[in-house]
Nanobody, 122 residues
C-alpha cells in the first residue's frame, strides 16, 4: 500500500523559515503530480503548491515569493521550503500525490497524508 508521510513541521517566529518533507512510499514509478494543502476555515483543504512531472510549480497567491516547492522524483520525496513565515501560515500542512494530474480538490488525489503542524507565533 502507498503511504504518504509528512515531516518537518514545528514552531517558528514570524519571519522565520521551515522546510517540510513528504515521502510517498510503496509506489513503483513516478507520480504525475504531488502537492501541499492546508486547511481553510471556509473552503476546506486549500491548495498551497503543486508540482507536476515536468517540474512545473503552481502556487497559491498567498504564498508566492515566500514558499518554494520541489520534488525528488527518483525517491518520490516532496519538499516545501517556507520563508518569511507569517502568523496566517499557522496550519496543518497536508501532502498529496496523484498518479495522473494536479487537482484543486484535495479529496480527489489518489494518496493523501495525515498532515504536519506548522505554528508561527512570537
Amino acid at each position: 500500500a502507498v503511504q504518504v508521510v509528512e515531516s518537518g513541521g514545528g514552531s517558528v517566529q514570524p519571519g522565520g523559515s521551515l522546510r517540510l518533507s513528504c515521502v510517498a512510499s510503496g509506489y513503483s514509478g513516478s507520480f504525475g503530480c504531488m502537492g501541499w494543502f492546508r486547511q481553510h476555515p471556509a473552503k476546506g483543504r486549500e491548495l498551497v503548491a503543486t508540482i507536476d512531472d515536468t517540474d512545473r510549480p503552481i502556487y497559491a497567491d498567498s504564498v508566492k515569493g515566500r514558499f518554494t516547492i520541489s520534488l525528488d522524483n527518483g525517491n518520490n520525496t516532496l519538499y516545501l521550503q517556507m520563508n518569511s513565515l507569517q502568523s496566517e501560515d499557522t496550519n496543518v500542512y497536508y501532502c498529496a500525490a496523484d498518479r495522473s494530474y494536479c487537482a484543486s480538490n484535495f479529496w480527489s488525489w489518489d494518496f493523501r497524508g495525515q498532515g504536519t503542524q506548522v505554528t508561527v507565533s512570537s
